[in-house]
């Protein structure tokens, strides 16, 4: 798999549990942003196309996987638009997302390059604020 350009995605679905809808809910996404370790070098280290790779074939369409140049070799891992039920009804995927890239060897905590960002895709009305 190739590595989309840094925002070149936008095919984006959103991840719903029976019962919600766009209207009535609202929808967030993150950005995880991974590197090679490389206080922790090991033998046949996967490129991050090869870990893209793994992770499609793990998660098919949840996320997207794209370059970005700021964090070095590696992958940021960005998710579809989903609600808070998605999320917590499907937890166990986002923990083994974390677990795959720990044993991949790409970490988001050293070297101060990576981060986590969690993304609105809903417009937030007063009504909307007050029921959170």
């Not at 009535?24 to 993150?30: K, P, S, Y």
Request: charged share 25%; with cysteine.
């Amino acid at each position: 798999m190739s590595l989309l350009r840094y925002h070149g995605f936008n095919q984006w679905e959103n991840y719903f549990v029976e019962g919600e809808n766009e209207r009535d809910n609202i929808l967030f996404g993150f950005e995880l942003e991974a590197r090679q370790d490389t206080s922790n070098v090991i033998e046949n280290q996967l490129t991050p196309e090869q870990v893209a790779t793994k992770l499609e074939r793990e998660f098919g369409s949840l996320f997207v996987y794209e370059r970005d140049g700021s964090i070095g070799t590696g992958v940021e891992i960005i998710s579809q638009p989903m609600t808070m039920g998605y999320y917590m009804n499907n937890i166990e995927k986002f923990k083994k997302l974390l677990e795959m890239l720990d044993n991949m060897n790409y970490v988001s905590t050293k070297g101060n390059k990576c981060g986590l960002h969690t993304v609105s895709y809903t417009h937030l009305t007063l009504p909307t604020i007050l029921r959170v």
